[in-house]
Structures are given as C-alpha cells and as structure tokens.
C-alpha cells in the first residue's frame, strides 16, 4: 500500500527494459535467429547504460 505512490527510478526501468528484452529474445531463439540475436544486442546497450549509472 505505502509502495503505491513511489515512482521507479531510472534504474529500476531500465532493469526492467533489460529483463523485457531478454524474454523476448529468448522467445525469438527458437524461430529466428536473427531477430534473438538483435534483442540481445539491445540488452547489452541498456546493461551498459545501467552500469554507468551512480
């Protein structure tokens, strides 16, 4: 109840981004290939953009 009103930080929404494009990718590995491999690029990119956040 009191967890509410709290708003995500950045790097809550970005962790969530990264767990969203891993499923998704994870999904795609059975059907194409291609597209998994670009998802897990993506995941990357948003792993390095929470690693350098203080």
Do not use: C, W
């Amino acid at each position: 109840m009191f967890g509410l009103f709290n708003k995500k930080t950045k790097k809550e929404k970005l962790q969530a981004q990264y767990a969203k494009l891993l499923k998704e990718a994870h999904s795609l590995s059975t059907t194409n290939r291609k597209m998994s491999d670009a998802k897990v690029f993506e995941a990357e990119q948003v792993m390095k953009q929470i690693e350098r956040l203080p």
